[in-house]
């Protein structure tokens, strides 16, 4: 079982900017293909952000695009949401997941196996 611990959620002011980030166990880290989703209340769970296992190909959600950016340092076994000019509509609690089968960069959380225990942000007009 691979362990995923999220760190770096909080309250922010609109337009403010928080960098997530999501420290895994294991050695196999650089094998997941990794992701960001978020779940506000009363909400389906929403795809954020997704990276390949080496980085060379990332995917958004349209209403992040621009102002989010996924990276990882498997080095370091940590996945990175860095959001920039935050809005109100982005308040949820955002998970971290990995994608074991580790091809491409998908969206459905199905595919991911592994998760966090979700950081809470919330941002505030």
């Known amino acids: 079982q691979v362990q995923l611990v999220e760190s770096g959620g909080g309250l922010v002011q609109a337009g403010g900017s928080l960098r997530l980030s999501c420290a895994a166990s294991g050695r196999a880290f650089s094998t997941y293909a990794m992701g960001w989703f978020r779940q506000a209340p009363g909400k389906e769970r929403e795809f954020v952000a997704a990276?390949?296992?080496?980085?060379?190909?990332?995917r958004y959600e349209d209403s992040v695009k621009g102002r989010f950016t996924i990276s990882r340092d498997n080095a370091k076994n940590t996945v990175y949401l860095q959001m920039n000019s935050l809005k109100p509509e982005d308040t949820a609690v955002y998970y971290c997941a990995a994608d074991r089968l580790g091809v491409g960069v998908r969206a459905y959380y199905g595919y991911y196996e592994y998760w966090g225990q979700g950081t809470q942000v919330t941002v505030s007009s």
């Open positions: 990276i390949s296992t080496s980085t060379e190909s990332t």
